[in-house]
């Protein structure tokens, strides 16, 4: 028998790309519509020693090399801006809760771990639009 106190708990994956902001909306959208979800954001960083490469955009770059907390800083900085875009736009708060999670190195294992820490009910993700011949060689992330 499922517990009817436990949150209702979306996972996205965010990589900053066009595809991945509209699954993060999506997510907001999706955690809206119960009175009781969490929406849990993550973004898997490549690391190199103590530094990690952030695909985020700072300061007019398209890739940093930075320090595993400051990664995380930056993205909980995304993550709380999120919020607050969706709010803006539907003037309304998406759900009581929204956690920013960093993860590093192999991308779907570490979206799929923590959609299985959590025991999420659902995953979102974007996709990059590949179809046909070069999504058979290519594969689809």
């Given at each position: 028998?499922?517990?009817?106190?436990?949150?209702?708990?979306?996972?996205?994956?965010?990589?900053?790309?066009?595809?991945?902001?509209l699954a993060v909306?999506?997510?907001?959208e999706l955690a809206a519509e119960r009175s009781n979800a969490e929406l849990h954001l993550v973004n898997v960083v490549q690391t190199y020693?103590?530094?990690?490469?952030?695909?985020?955009?700072?300061?007019?770059?398209?890739?940093?090399v930075l320090t595993i907390r400051?990664?995380?800083?930056?993205?909980?900085?995304?993550?709380d801006g999120?919020?607050?875009?969706?709010?803006?736009a539907q003037q309304r708060v998406p759900?009581?809760?929204v956690v920013a999670h960093v993860r590093f190195d192999?991308?779907?294992?570490?979206?799929?771990?923590?959609?299985?820490?959590l025991e999420a009910d659902l995953v979102v993700v974007g996709t990059h639009g590949r179809r046909g011949v070069s999504r058979v060689l290519l594969g689809s992330s």
């Open positions: 028998m499922a517990d009817p106190n436990k949150p209702y708990i979306i996972v996205v994956g965010v990589d900053f790309s066009p595809a991945s902001e909306q999506r997510g907001f020693g103590p530094q990690v490469t952030y695909d985020m955009p700072l300061d007019g770059s398209a890739l940093s400051e990664a995380r800083a930056r993205f909980k900085t995304y993550a999120a919020v607050q875009k969706f709010t803006d759900c009581a809760r192999a991308i779907a294992d570490e979206i799929a771990q923590l959609a299985a820490d």
